[in-house]
């Protein structure tokens, strides 16, 4: 028993100074690389322009963003040796070239550091000018994305193709261009699907930040969204001290999954527009319609004198007699008017006098 003990003994006193010079290895390298990141900082800035050696960044997809967009905007290209999730490799699109990067995660973590970069570009012209691999959609996307950022600024597919021509000397398909931009859209206002999903928090948020107001969700039969109703709680305290006139009108949408939006208006004294409510349906038809009406009965209610304005949908005809039985349902002047000028086009000049004089008479 003695002998297999100093055994032991011995087997852990020889395994015991490489264990403790490993460690110490080990150790010495983390905290010089911590100390290292303390004083230069993490790279999260998908388009910084200068890369060096020992350079540390937020992940490994901020470094493939920042090394496209470089290849584009010094104009070079190269091709991926080796990627995996603890590994980005990059060498020269041509074999014999000497430009050279090497990243890698440190010690099993999100942050990437730059292990090794060549920045020296020895292959020929063709390879470098000529095209450009590294001009994908995601990379443009990235390079316009601040065009977008002001909703009321109209940048095309077009000006796409245009500007990165004039910018970077790369030809752009319109098609990349588009899907460039559709990217673009997504990083800004992020995904449709995932806003479709933010809906019901988005209602009860509203509910909560103004008591009173009315909010309703409407799912299909296999739980996806169909209808959405919202009434905020100063429409509603408005209504009563407002003539009551109801004026509804749809129109379509133009997001991913389309849709239409149903609007309800009426008029204060002072002859100011007051939205009464607005819900977001798959499309004008009858059941949208009166699920609409529904809820704006439901909170609104019926007022003495009351009327309900639209053009001449069918389906407002429908929906207003299966909830407003009581209520007279009236066509909007101006509707009407553009539908005698588009069947009278030769003499509506003629009749716009007398079609007005008769909308505004009391009497015939």
């Not at 104009?75 to 999730?85: D, E, G, H, I, L």
């Not at 995904?191 to 999903?197: F, G, H, L, Q």
């Not at 999954?257 to 009426?266: D, M, N, P, S, V």
């Not at 009327?307 to 509707?335: G, Q, W």
Request: hydrophobic share 40%; proline share 2%.
């Amino acid at each position: 028993m003695i002998i297999v003990w100093l055994l032991q003994v011995l087997v852990v006193w020889l395994l015991q100074v490489p264990i403790d010079r490993c460690i110490h290895n080990y150790s010495t390298e983390i905290m010089h690389d911590i100390e290292f990141i303390e004083n230069t900082g993490i790279i999260d800035n998908m388009l910084n322009e200068f890369v060096e050696e020992d350079q540390v960044y937020k992940d490994k997809e901020t470094v493939v963003s920042v090394m496209k967009n470089l290849a584009v905007r010094e104009r070079f290209q190269f091709k991926v040796k080796r990627s995996s999730a603890t590994r980005y490799h990059l060498m020269c699109v041509d074999d014999n070239g000497a430009w050279s990067f090497k990243s890698s995660a440190v010690y099993k973590a999100n942050i990437f550091k730059v292990r090794s970069y060549n920045n020296n570009h020895t292959c020929g012209y063709d390879e470098r000018y000529l095209t450009q691999r590294q001009a994908t959609s995601g990379v443009i996307a990235s390079i316009i994305k601040d065009k977008y950022v002001n909703p009321k600024k109209v940048y095309t597919t077009n000006d796409i193709i245009e500007d990165i021509q004039k910018q970077h000397e790369v030809e752009v398909s319109y098609m990349k261009a588009w899907r460039a931009k559709e990217i673009t859209m997504t990083m800004i206002r992020g995904n449709p699907n995932d806003s479709y999903k933010e809906g019901p928090r988005y209602l009860y948020m509203l509910e909560h930040a103004n008591p009173g107001t009315v909010t309703k969700l409407h799912k299909s039969e296999d739980g996806c969204f169909l209808y959405a109703y919202v009434s905020l709680y100063a429409s509603i305290k408005g209504w009563e001290h407002c003539r009551p006139i109801m004026v509804v009108d749809g129109s379509f949408l133009k997001a991913t999954y389309k849709g239409t939006i149903l609007t309800a208006c009426t008029q204060d004294e002072a002859g100011k527009i007051l939205p009464l409510a607005y819900a977001i349906v798959d499309s004008e038809n009858s059941k949208s319609w009166e699920w609409f009406f529904v809820q704006i009965k439901a909170v609104f209610g019926v007022r003495e004198g009351m009327c309900i304005v639209s053009d001449r949908n069918e389906s407002i005809f429908n929906a207003t007699k299966a909830v407003y039985l009581e209520v007279p349902h009236c066509i909007c002047m101006f509707h009407l008017w553009q539908n005698v000028k588009h069947t009278f086009k030769k003499h509506h000049k003629q009749l716009k006098g007398i079609f007005f004089a008769l909308a505004r008479a009391y009497t015939i």
